[in-house]
């Protein structure tokens, strides 16, 4: 069982930047977080797939909405997951979902169906 718990969510401003972080425990968790991606939900809107990273290439990919403006990143150390997220817009604002699947892919997909592990999320609120 893996237990992913996300933190750093807040209200800001358009224009400012947040950090979101992801930790991963459990039993096992290393070799059951081989992909590792971040997801978000706005009321009333289907969950979307923000950004994933492959641990055994590093590699990240990232929804158009988000290009250019957020970056995933993974300390292999203890396979925590983050989010920098700058430039917010309002479009931006949702829950925010750390996920985690044992799959290992070629390129981890930012499909929700595709991940097992899912971590309570947190609020992202941007105003204008």
């Known amino acids: 069982q893996v237990l992913l718990v996300e933190s750093g969510g807040g209200s800001v401003q358009a224009g400012g930047s947040l950090r979101l972080s992801c930790a991963a425990s459990?039993?096992?968790?290393?070799?059951?977080?081989?992909?590792m991606g971040w997801f978000r939900q706005a009321p009333g809107k289907q969950r979307e797939g923000v950004a994933s990273f492959t641990k055994s290439r590093g590699v990240a990919i990232y929804a158009d909405s988000v290009k250019g403006r957020f970056t995933i990143s993974r300390d292999n150390a203890d396979d925590s997951l983050y989010l920098q997220m700058n430039s917010l817009i309002p479009e931006d604002t949702a829950m925010y979902y750390c996920?985690?699947?044992?799959?290992?892919?070629?390129?981890?997909?930012?499909?929700?169906?595709?991940?097992?592990?899912w971590g309570q999320g947190t609020q992202v609120t941007v105003s204008s």
């Open positions: 459990g039993s096992g968790y290393t070799s059951s977080t081989a992909c």
């Open positions: 996920a985690a699947d044992p799959k290992r892919s070629w390129i981890c997909s930012r499909s929700s169906s595709d991940y097992l592990y």
